[in-house]
């Protein structure tokens, strides 16, 4: 085989990160929903005709489903496929709001890529405003299924099709306009795509593209791999709630093997499905879904942080890692017609938990748990009687470290944000009268946790709050000595919320306060600079009781609002007593009550 031209593979590489991000700023652009064009919840992939993603910047859902029902000879230029079907997309939609447009790329009549995006819009119908009930039994509840179907042939929208989905949201308008800003921007990027292939042929590209997969494969195997001691590990974390069943935990397990250049990842001993919506269907496919969503987490064995930056995550994570599932009805092959709509519980929790059998197999070399992703709002009429609907993901902050401390309001979704104050206030009927950090809510530690959003929002009108969130029992686990963080809490006038809610009533006048979870801590707190604890006061992000209980510094009386000067000689009389306590390589915080099984958590952690 004749070796590929490298400068080639560069300008390919370069050319399909350019498409893809060109589709997304179009549907960025574009789109009408504040979640899509404001929050940035959507992703955008470039697929080749074997089905193998290309691009490594983010995460996306697959083409295997439409390719399954729609063979490539039977599609024509100008054709849209979409789904949104959770359990006939083969793991690659989790939830039903999270809907998918695929454009095939031709080139001499044949099809040779496929671009696709996928986001989570507004409202596909459902029990309640957002498509997302708390409390759902089964995905009937939780609005529109379409398996995968044929939107536009040809250029041409079926008007039929997208009159029933658009009859069915909420947000009809909102939809349409998401939907049209998808479809234009993926159509727009198959003929740049196209581009590539009439300029330097099919042949020249495809070897192109086998190579940038074969690099990625190569480069993890070398670089990250190679740095897990070979053998066994096990690890689990939970989800709290279900929204149906009282709270109790739902354990997600994985028995990590490294065998030689490869890792075994089984999900043994994952709890059964849930009756509440936390489930995922990630068994299908061989896991090629989970297989690349989980990968990122690897990067953290990277040399540097430098390095971790360069390195992306395509299909050649896939042949690195093999995926064993428990028999079918648990949270991980939950039986259709099982509710999933809150499956973030799950599948963003299996990131901390190889995050964490990782932790144990190279001795504390990775981050401390991270915020996990939540979906808070408000919903209603306007003073003009037009129902509204605002929702948000608000971030949280990632763990420390071994390096660095983490970082605050980070979102867990790459490129997603929180919606901006001004465009919030102008649009719906309440003002924001507070957007900060959440002082104290990162895990104490060598390297603090990242801190949490702190929100008031003051309704001017009758409303409904509703809210699809985790950690709000639990805490962010600490490693290697750090401590845990502060968990997600939300007071309506003054009332806590639990994490999940549909329908709570908020009157005009009423504030509602939000904290969001704060990351775990890295290492012992009371090996932290003191003046590094002292700089995080004067920033806000630690309270002087914060300072003195988390990590045992004491301030010099009289030293003024902003002086904070460490008084030594008390600090290390503290610390020295504080230091006795015993530590555990995991802090877990809380909350946790011992397990159906009678197991302790010192037993699941120890390593």
Request: hydrophobic share 40%; proline share 7%.
């Amino acid at each position: 085989m004749t070796a590929v031209d490298p400068i080639l593979v560069e300008i390919v590489e370069g050319t399909l990160a350019s498409v893809e991000k060109e589709v997304e700023t179009a549907i960025a652009r574009t789109a009408r929903s504040p979640m899509i064009r404001d929050a940035h919840d959507f992703r955008a992939g470039i697929h080749d005709i074997r089905l193998r993603k290309l691009t490594g910047r983010s995460y996306s859902a697959l083409v295997q489903p439409v390719v399954r029902d729609f063979p490539p000879e039977t599609m024509n230029p100008g054709d849209v496929f979409f789904h949104n079907d959770v359990y006939l997309s083969e793991g690659g939609i989790g939830h039903l709001p999270d809907l998918c447009v695929t454009v095939p790329v031709f080139h001499r009549g044949e099809v040779v890529a496929f671009v696709q995006a996928f986001g989570h819009h507004d409202d596909i119908g459902g029990s309640v405003p957002g498509s997302m009930p708390s409390h759902a039994r089964s995905v009937f509840e939780e609005g529109l299924m379409v398996p995968p179907i044929r939107l536009w042939e040809r250029g041409v929208p079926n008007e039929a099709a997208l009159r029933i989905m658009t009859r069915n949201s909420r947000m009809p308008d909102s939809l349409a306009g998401d939907l049209d800003a998808e479809c234009s921007a993926c159509l727009m990027g198959a003929r740049r795509l196209a581009e590539l292939f009439d300029r330097y042929g099919r042949a020249e590209v495809e070897r192109c593209f086998d190579a940038i997969i074969d690099k990625t494969t190569e480069t993890f195997r070398r670089e990250l791999l190679s740095k897990i001691p070979e053998g066994t590990y096990v690890w689990e974390d939970y989800a709290e709630h279900d929204g149906v069943d009282e709270p109790r935990l739902h354990a997600q397990r994985i028995t990590l093997t490294r065998v030689e250049d490869r890792l075994v990842i089984d999900f043994t001993g994952t709890s059964p499905q849930a009756k509440g919506p936390i489930n995922h269907a990630g068994d299908y496919a061989d896991g090629v879904f989970l297989k690349k969503w989980l990968a990122p987490i690897l990067r953290n064995l990277a040399d540097t942080p430098e390095r971790m930056a360069e390195l992306d995550v395509n299909e050649g994570v896939v042949p690195l890692i093999e995926m064993r599932f428990p028999e079918k009805g648990t949270l991980l092959t939950p039986i259709f017609p099982a509710p999933t709509n809150a499956r973030t519980f799950v599948i963003l929790r299996l990131l901390g938990v190889l995050a964490g059998v990782l932790a144990k197999a190279t001795n504390g070399r990775m981050p401390a748990d991270q915020e996990t992703i939540r979906y808070t709002g408000v919903y209603g009429e306007d003073g003009g009687g037009v129902p509204y609907l605002m929702r948000e993901v608000l971030g949280g902050g990632s763990g420390g470290r071994w390096y660095a401390d983490g970082e605050d309001t980070i979102h867990v979704v790459p490129d997603s944000r929180n919606i901006p104050v001004e465009f919030a206030e102008a649009r719906w009927p309440f003002r924001v009268e507070r957007l900060g950090l959440a002082v104290d809510s990162g895990g104490p530690g060598l390297f603090r946790g990242g801190l949490g959003y702190d929100k008031h929002i003051r309704m001017l009108g009758d409303a409904s709050y509703m809210s699809i969130a985790d950690r709000s029992i639990l805490s962010c686990w600490g490693v290697n000595g750090g401590r845990a963080g502060r968990p997600f809490t939300v007071s309506v006038a003054g009332q806590e919320m639990e994490g999940l809610v549909d329908d709570h009533p908020v009157r005009a006048g009423e504030v509602i306060r939000i904290r969001t979870t704060g990351g775990g801590g890295w290492g012992s707190p009371y090996e932290r600079d003191p003046e590094r604890v002292a700089a995080d006061v004067r920033d806000g992000k630690v309270s002087v009781e914060g300072a003195r209980t988390d990590y045992g510094v004491v301030f010099e009386e009289g030293a003024g609002p902003e002086g904070f000067r460490v008084d030594v000689p008390a600090t290390a009389e503290l610390r020295a007593r504080l230091a006795e306590e015993p530590v555990s390589f995991f802090d877990r915080g809380p909350g946790y009550p011992r397990l159906a099984d009678g197991r302790t958590h010192a037993e699941v952690d120890e390593r």
